[in-house]
């Protein structure tokens, strides 16, 4: 066989759903292969586009994808995508043609090699868990074999593979390894010590409170975090721009919210009160701790931190712990459980001081969220509202960097993991749609929705082509605010003045495209909304039409009615030099 067919023959075992990507020379015998293969192929619209695709696939089924480009600016495009899967620890593989091994060094077209010998790897090394620059025929199978494995276990993330035209051409004879026999089973589990002088810690607090991070969401762990904040009575914080929104029932009564900013109000009580924290698959960035400000949300010490997480390189990062655990989520929380059901029976919390505290912080929050949301006019926060409520309790919700990110993730309940999908940690804008396609692919079963700003659907616009043309029903709803007004409320507070940021032809005059149209340009199902009041049934007859669709939301641009309440403290808009603690 050739060495395209042995990458064929091993995705094939690997059972991968899908291969996304585009079409090169580079590429071009390894893509014969996996269609002769009979391997599901689907073409994006662009390489970034068919890396955020995967990178919605799994996360919402925790399944990778194999995405495919060319050499050259082919696979330079797939920078962006695979940094933002690489951030939020999503995984995906990136199979990229190389130009052929005996034109290295000889300038020869898509290849960067002023200097040296071309060598996309260095680009892309920073951004993955692995770059593998294949040689020679022979390592193929073993090479695909061990980025899976890589791509898969303990911290999630992309792996890239390198493959020149002309070793993808050779024959070879290969044995191509049975993935379940290559592959690590079982969880990482904590030291039993450890694990069970977590238990006395929680047991023996006066105020503990759990915060779950994306982490909890992949180990698929929300089970055993709600049993055991149910068992003692502990307040469960969630990350929010991301996996960890969800991991809880947003209606459940131990739920916390979220710290930071935007954050909420009862999260950063919670948080900054705490006397125990238990941590779990969180990542401490500046938004979860209002940039590390002491006392806005946590109080690190004399808060004593307990921080579980499958990386070690996560632990003590960002605060000093009191005990720093090295395991899976899941085999984590199901031994803390064990222990603490040794120490103690089932607690009745509702009766606590503490509970009723949480309560009580829990209805002054609602009756904030419902100040925001009560705005008879369209803003993004009653579009969010309104969203809610006609959509069904297992949709999907996809954002992208913008105003829409911090209102969905802050205003829009979800109950069930895997069901918030952001691009919080890299913030790359234009991720909303293809995100969104993956994740409808992955859940066929699910009303799939992105809300997406203006300025960042236009990025990404052509992937409405690949919706129509794959018949993924889809529903993008675009905040048309005419510009990046985020970004432009924040320059007004900052310096009285903004630049760059509104969509304004010469003269003065707002430009806004017409998104319905263009969405029936593309044969979707076009709408425009400019009240609050049409939202609902708009929404009604796009999920109902059956075919992917684009609500023009026409909203708010005037600040303060543009975004939402922040209840934390974050150094990007802060008017003067700030250093953390």
């Not at 089970?223 to 307040?235: K, N, Q, R, S, W």
């Not at 929705?449 to 029903?473: H, K, M, N």
């Not at 993008?476 to 432009?488: D, L, Q, R, W």
Request: one cysteine or more; a neutral charge; aromatic letters at 8%.
């Amino acid at each position: 066989m050739l060495g395209a067919d042995v990458v064929a023959e091993y995705l094939a075992r690997e059972e991968v759903p899908y291969v996304v990507g585009l079409p090169g020379h580079a590429i071009s015998s390894t893509l014969d292969a996996i269609g002769r293969r009979g391997l599901k192929i689907l073409q994006a619209k662009s390489e970034e586009g068919a890396c955020h695709l995967a990178d919605g696939f799994f996360r919402a089924s925790g399944r990778p994808l194999v995405v495919f480009t060319t050499a050259g600016a082919g696979a330079t495009n797939t920078v962006l995508g695979v940094a933002t899967a690489y951030v939020d620890s999503s995984s995906l593989i990136l199979l990229t043609g190389d130009v052929s091994t005996y034109f290295y060094g000889y300038g020869t077209f898509q290849s960067v090699e002023r200097g040296g010998l071309g060598d996309f790897n260095s680009i892309i090394r920073p951004v993955v868990k692995g770059s593998f620059r294949i040689t020679s025929e022979e390592q193929i199978a073993d090479t695909l074999h061990r980025a899976f494995k890589l791509a898969l276990t303990g911290r999630p993330g992309p792996v890239h593979v390198s493959i020149p035209m002309d070793i993808a051409l050779r024959e070879v004879e290969a044995e191509i390894p049975e993935p379940a026999r290559r592959k690590p089973h079982g969880r990482i589990r904590g030291d039993e010590e450890a694990l069970k002088n977590v238990a006395k810690l929680l047991v023996h607090a006066s105020r503990p409170a759990i915060l779950a991070g994306g982490g909890v969401a992949i180990s698929g762990a929300s089970d055993e975090l709600v049993e055991l904040a149910e068992y003692l009575g502990i307040p469960i914080l969630t990350t929010e721009l991301g996996l960890g929104k969800g991991v809880i029932p947003e209606d459940h009564e131990l739920c916390a919210y979220y710290p930071g900013v935007p954050g909420s109000s009862v999260g950063n009580a919670i948080a900054s009160t705490a006397d125990v924290i238990l941590a779990v698959g969180c990542r401490f960035t500046e938004f979860v701790t209002s940039s590390y400000k002491r006392g806005v949300t946590f109080n690190i010490p004399p808060t004593k931190l307990i921080q579980i997480d499958i990386d070690p390189a996560e632990i003590g990062k960002n605060y000093p712990v009191e005990l720093g655990i090295v395991s899976d989520a899941k085999a984590a929380l199901r031994d803390i459980l064990a222990y603490v059901k040794e120490l103690t029976p089932k607690r009745d919390y509702r009766g606590t001081e503490y509970f009723m505290e949480l309560k009580r912080l829990r209805e002054e929050w609602f009756r904030d969220v419902e100040k925001i949301t009560s705005e008879p006019s369209l803003t993004i926060a009653t579009l969010v509202k309104e969203l809610r409520e006609v959509l069904d309790r297992t949709a999907i919700v996809v954002t992208s960097t913008s105003y829409s990110i911090s209102v969905v993730s802050q205003l829009f309940p979800v109950y069930m993991p895997r069901c918030h999908i952001a691009s919080g940690g890299f913030g790359p804008m234009g991720f909303a749609l293809p995100a969104a396609l993956g994740a409808k692919l992955a859940r066929r079963d699910r009303q799939v929705v992105a809300v997406d700003g203006d300025g960042s659907f236009l990025f990404r616009v052509g992937e409405l082509a690949t919706a129509v043309q794959y018949d993924i029903p889809v529903l993008t709803i675009v905040c048309n605010n005419a510009g990046f007004i985020s970004v432009k409320d924040s320059q007004v507070y900052m310096f009285d003045r903004s630049f760059a940021v509104d969509f304004m032809t010469p003269d003065g005059r707002l430009y806004r495209p017409d998104y319905a149209k263009i969405a029936e340009a593309f044969r979707c199902h076009g709408e425009t909304v400019r009240r609050r009041e049409e939202v609902k049934e708009a929404v009604k007859r796009c999920l109902s039409s059956g075919r992917p669709a684009v609500i023009d939301a026409v909203v708010a641009r005037d600040f303060p009615k543009t975004g939402t309440k922040h209840y934390g403290f974050w150094h990007g808009v802060s008017k003067e030099p700030y250093r953390p603690r």
